[in-house]
């Protein structure tokens, strides 16, 4: 009986790795990317909230399988994080008062994607991909020595336009994309006052791709 138990179990394993693709033929590759996040989609109260500026610094990081010759999918995600201070508005026109009370956002979008490359088996390979998720977005506050929290997930969708150069297991690439997440906030505070309520926008990212060559 153990005797005919390991005879299955070995011929289970050749036909698994008959059917299944060699590890050198399959086109896997990880992507590391980092670089700079504007939260166009809520522009006046991100500058309002963050002094000025509506972004910073992002990183994320995404896996993809090549399905065919041109089209792959894959998951991904990315990071943002930014503090700043709550603010008083009294109209979308008016003056902003900052408070001084320490206000941190941050974003974490985590996504499918579905994407096409043009001239596959080229040095430069430009790209397109679309996706959707959920992302993460929390507030933290702090006022008089008492901190609140507030964490909600929101559907979430992105298009991405790129193009990675090399042909090796290492790849680099430049991407720029566009991200919506509506209906985050506006509920109240200056996003309500500016009539924002979603916290995507435009990110561009440098890319370190490793994987399978082509």
């Keep these: 009986m153990r005797h005919a138990a390991r005879r299955a179990t070995g011929i289970a394993a050749l036909l698994a790795l008959g059917a299944a693709p060699s590890a050198s033929s399959a086109d896997i590759s990880v992507a590391l990317d980092g670089g700079y996040f504007s939260m ?3 522009r006046n109260s991100a500058k309002a909230v963050f002094g000025g500026s509506g972004g910073g610094p992002t990183v994320g990081a995404s896996v993809v399988l090549g399905v065919g010759r041109s089209f792959f999918v894959g998951a991904g995600g990315r990071y943002f994080q930014k503090t700043g201070e709550r ?3 009294a109209d979308a026109n008016g003056p902003v008062f900052r408070l001084g009370h320490p206000l941190k956002v941050r974003t974490v979008p ?3 994607l579905l994407g096409f490359r043009y001239s596959p088996d080229a040095t430069l390979v430009p790209y397109v991909s679309v996706g959707a998720g959920v992302t993460s977005y929390r507030e933290e ?3 008089g020595g ?3 929290t507030l964490t909600q997930s929101k559907f979430s969708g992105q298009v991405a336009l790129g193009a990675d150069y090399g042909r090796g297991p290492v790849r680099f690439g430049l991407e720029a994309n566009y991200s919506t997440v509506p209906n985050t906030i506006g509920l109240g505070g200056v996003s309500k006052v ?3 309520s979603d916290v995507g926008g435009f990110a561009i990212v440098a890319r ?3 994987g399978s060559s082509r």
Aim: hydrophobic letters at 50%.
């Design 87 to 89: 603010v008083f508005v």
């Design 40 to 42: 166009t989609n809520a």
């Design 208 to 210: 370190v791709v490793l």
């Design 194 to 196: 500016y009539g924002e």
């Design 146 to 148: 008492i901190t609140e």
């Design 141 to 143: 506050s702090t006022v």
């Design 110 to 112: 985590v996504y499918g």
